[in-house]
Nanobody, 125 residues
Framework: QVQVEESGGGLVQSGGSLRLSCAAS??????????WGWYRQAPGHERELVAT???????RYADSVKGRFTISRDNAKHMVYLQMNNLKPEDTAVYYC?????????????????WGQGTQVIVSS
């Protein structure tokens, strides 16, 4: 079993920065194929993708955060980060970390999703 936990949320003024961290723990083998994603959910809105990073390091961002947010990973520590700069009030949301583990055998490929509990980010105007 794998557990995922976020940290680093808080209250910041518009234009400020925050860095979110997420750690995976549990049964994770050294060569585990693990991709990461950050998602967010604002009150009254659906959960939306913010950024993803594959096991190979390829990144993808929502248009709303491009140029302001940067996702990165530390494979040795099983951690992912989200550096958020030039924050705006519309970035206010609960941010969730997602770890996706891919296990490939001769017979099939299986993907397992693990979610954290979320960390609150509030950007004041």
């Amino acid at each position: 079993q794998v557990q995922v936990e976020e940290s680093g949320g808080g209250l910041v003024q518009s234009g400020g920065s925050l860095r979110l961290s997420c750690a995976a723990s549990g049964t994770i083998f050294r060569n585990t194929d693990m991709g990461w994603g950050w998602y967010r959910q604002a009150p009254g809105h659906e959960r939306e993708l913010v950024a993803t990073i594959t096991s190979g390091g390829s990144t993808r961002y929502a248009d709303s955060v491009k140029g302001r947010f940067t996702i990165s990973r530390d494979n040795a520590k099983h951690m992912v980060y989200l550096q958020m700069n030039n924050l705006k009030p519309e970035d206010t949301a609960v941010y969730y970390c997602n770890a996706e583990i891919t296990i490939a055998t001769i017979e099939k490929t299986s993907k397992y999703q693990y979610w954290g509990q979320g960390t609150q980010v509030i950007v004041s105007s």
